[in-house]
């Protein structure tokens, strides 16, 4: 069985498949989530200074470029919106790949459709096939691939080259070779978000722009290598523990769509404290302790959450998003982790920083046998007057299964968006995504 021409005959199959009302309804969520995630970070580096950067080489086209507003070519709108879409750290996840599909596959998507002057059903249709073409390749590497590389950046060329694809129309041989050429521009290093730069944003972007390349010219006839998934020198070869478990990954296509089963962001921070987060806050409700009233609290996670977010100390906004210590504090004295939880007036916050070197964090074997397909943490805290609390969070609140509501979506586009459109603006734009038959285009940025 070769898995990269499986997963090309599904894409294509996309192209004029029809949507259920289920599925059509998970693609509209995932496309509000997108540009709940996407906005926020139109205002912010690094997608501000690679517009400007790149400011020359804009070119003419239909595709919008949210961040400045302007129509622009494909891959220049995939790049620039890919990566403010990661900016602020709200994109959905498909917890079983490590994964954030959205970024990516959207990007890319929405450029080619607006490109093509389609509708938004070509659009739906595209994310479906995106989504589940690299869903798939990441759960066929994981979960070894995450010890060195970011999944978004690597996997996510894939979901944007299928998109693409389908937006161009292409067949499935086609597809297979727009897959095949987007393998060998897949990059993006965990150590990006280790530490400290602003290079973790720009992989989506990345993947966004050398995906869409990979299925354009496709469809004008290149060719890639049709075994460089599973090949011995391939790419799950290269970048995961063997050459691939494509034989669980491939029989699971469809079954269900893993479009129906993403995650949705309900804290503005790194995915792999959310459980931590989660118990914190439900401990915090049942026992009503004040945040000063913790003598310690203790996080055992899996190895995600030790190795990327055991962070006890902190300077700059990206260390903030990937520090269980001041996501925990933040979520005990402040009762949330959103946009302003990472505020020069937060990071500097005396509160928080008393409170975080309480904190600490450790490997629990239970969840890490737990992980991927649970995201789960147990969190111990004593308080000063000697009570003993404990909770062991199975989930995260946005988890396919603790889903975030319509509701609670609508609530978090509005959070998020309304600051940026204005909140009539935001609330006519969220309708139109919901039962709109046109394309978004562009928007006008307060």
């Not at 979901?159 to 694809?165: L, M």
């Not at 990059?187 to 966004?208: I, T």
């Not at 520090?323 to 939880?341: H, K």
């Amino acid at each position: 069985m070769n898995p990269l021409l499986a997963l090309a005959e599904h894409a294509a199959s996309w192209r004029q498949a029809p949507l259920s009302g289920e599925v059509e309804h998970h693609a509209r969520r995932a496309l509000i989530d997108w540009f709940a995630s996407l906005l926020p970070g139109c205002r912010l580096p690094p997608a501000t200074l690679m517009a400007k950067a790149l400011a020359d080489e804009r070119g003419s086209g239909r595709a919008v470029s949210y961040v400045d507003g302007a129509r622009t070519g494909l891959r220049h709108a995939a790049l620039i919106n890919g990566t403010a879409s990661h900016t602020v750290e709200f994109d959905d996840i498909w917890r079983w790949g490590v994964y954030h599909p959205g970024c990516p596959t959207v990007a890319a998507a929405l450029a080619a459709a607006q490109s093509k002057q389609l509708d938004m059903q070509a659009l739906l249709r595209a994310l479906v096939a995106g989504y589940e073409v690299s869903c798939r390749i990441a759960q066929a590497v994981q979960p070894s691939h995450y010890d060195y590389w970011h999944t978004t950046g690597t996997v996510g060329t894939f979901g944007a080259a299928a998109a693409v694809a389908v937006i161009y129309d292409c067949d499935a041989m086609q597809t297979a070779h727009a897959i095949a050429t987007a393998a060998t521009m897949a990059g993006g290093l965990q150590q990006a978000f280790r530490g400290d730069g602003m290079s973790k944003p720009l992989h989506p972007g990345h993947a966004a722009e050398a995906g869409a390349l990979a299925a354009m010219s496709a469809k004008e006839g290149m060719t890639g290598a049709l075994d460089v998934l599973h090949g011995p020198a391939g790419f799950a070869a290269a970048t995961s523990e063997d050459t691939g478990k494509w034989e669980k990954a491939i029989a699971a296509i469809g079954k269900p769509l893993t479009i129906t089963q993403m995650t949705v962001k309900n804290h503005g921070c790194c995915g792999h404290i959310f459980a931590a987060l989660d118990a914190t806050r439900e401990l915090q409700r049942e026992h009503a302790f004040a945040s000063d009233e913790v003598e310690a609290l203790h996080v055992g996670g899996y190895a995600a959450t030790k190795n990327v977010c055991d962070r006890p100390s902190i300077v700059t906004e990206q260390e903030a998003r990937f520090s269980a210590q001041f996501t925990i504090a933040s979520i005990m004295e402040y009762g949330g982790v959103r946009l302003d939880a990472f505020a020069p007036e937060r990071l500097a916050d005396p509160k928080l920083r008393a409170i975080m070197p309480r904190i600490s964090v450790s490997l629990d074997e239970e969840c890490e046998a737990a992980f991927p397909g649970a995201r789960s943490a147990k969190v111990s805290i004593r308080l000063r007057d000697g009570r003993e609390l404990f909770r062991h969070q199975p989930t995260r609140k946005g988890d396919p299964d603790a889903p975030l509501t319509d509701r609670d979506l609508d609530e978090k586009f509005m959070e998020l968006v309304g600051p940026v459109l204005g909140d009539e603006a935001a609330k006519d734009f969220l309708a139109a995504l919901w039962t709109g038959s046109a394309l978004p285009g562009e928007l006008t940025l307060r």
